[in-house]
């Protein structure tokens, strides 16, 4: 191996365990954020009482609870949906070849938040309910901008981009006409409250569910890297290199469309993440995306676990995260992109 190889690979490494580390280290005090208080003296005497076999006392049995069934899943909630909108708005800026492309381009948060106030306002109201129609919709909303592209035909990322801003603003309508007509007083603020983004809902059985399919989403973008790389130079080039610039950007789009849908359908919308993190994780670690894509879902997983912690511990009452992403993703974005302004991608 040339020493320069061996340099990269290095470096790489050592990037992803320092960002692995603070992200572990991170996630330990994170449990301890919040209104309940929890110290470390009570997790030490929780863990020699499981081995001891001792009974807890009442008030470490409560903590006990907070731990395991409130702040445990919301934790790991948070690094999953940091991981996957992160990761999902990187492929997106590849395949499109655009550093200011998001992961709802194509409709699928639009769908997912008309879907989840649909629910809302159906009677029979039941939060099951609320995240099979956010998902469908969502899922649905891509199927149509996809459909529209294909039957267009012509120059398909342009007008896949276009089609998937007619299929947002067709949503977004459809929603401000629903909570036109929604209760004031009942209604509407949940749907309000739900286009914020909130991991306050986040239990087990969530975490069951979003975890497979980010998981196995970022496997496959990993194990499809560098089909990545090469559809980010075009399609000329890609079927040059004997590729189907088609059928794979079809597999990055319905996968990351996959996770974002499920992203929505459980937390509603967080946004930012997946436009900012990518052109940070692009700054630390550069273009290549078998360096790239790990350093993004570690940076994603930072970010959104800090901002819940922020959005728990800030004030009395409980500030929704999207609100945290939003006030620090914007001044954050105007920096990378003056940072950046000399770069191929500004």
Known sequence: MTPGVESYGTTRRRLILFLGTVLLLLFLASLFVGRFEVFPSDIREMIAAF????????DLVSKQLVILWIRLPR?????????GLSVSGAVYQALFRNPLVSPDILGVAAGCTFGAALGLVLPGYHFSLVHLLSFGFGLGAVGLAIA?????????????????????????ALLMVLKYFSDPFDELPSIVFWIMGSLTRVAWND???????????????????????????????????????????FLFIVTSS????????????????????PHMARTIAGP????????TALLGALFLLAADDVARSVSAAEIPVGIITALTGAPVFGFLLYKNRGSGWI
Request: proline share 4%; net charge positive; with cysteine.
């Open 75 to 83: 934790c790991l909630m948070a690094v999953l949906v940091g991981m």
């Open 258 to 277: 996959f996770i974002v849908a499920m992203t929505v359908a459980t937390c509603g919308q967080i946004s930012w993440i997946g436009l900012i993190i």
């Open 207 to 249: 975490i069951f569910i979003i975890a497979p399919v980010t998981v196995l989403g970022l496997l496959f973008f990993m194990l499809l890297r560098f089909r990545l790389n090469v559809l980010s130079l075009g399609d000329v080039q890609s079927k040059s290199l004997g590729m189907n610039p088609g059928l794979f950007r």
């Open 148 to 172: 529209i592209a294909r039957l267009i035909s012509v120059k398909p990322i342009i007008v896949l981009v276009l089609s998937g801003m007619v299929v947002m603003s067709f949503f977004n």
């Open 288 to 295: 290549e995306h078998e360096r790239m894509l790990p350093v």
């Open 51 to 58: 081995f001891s076999g001792a009974s807890l006392s009442p």
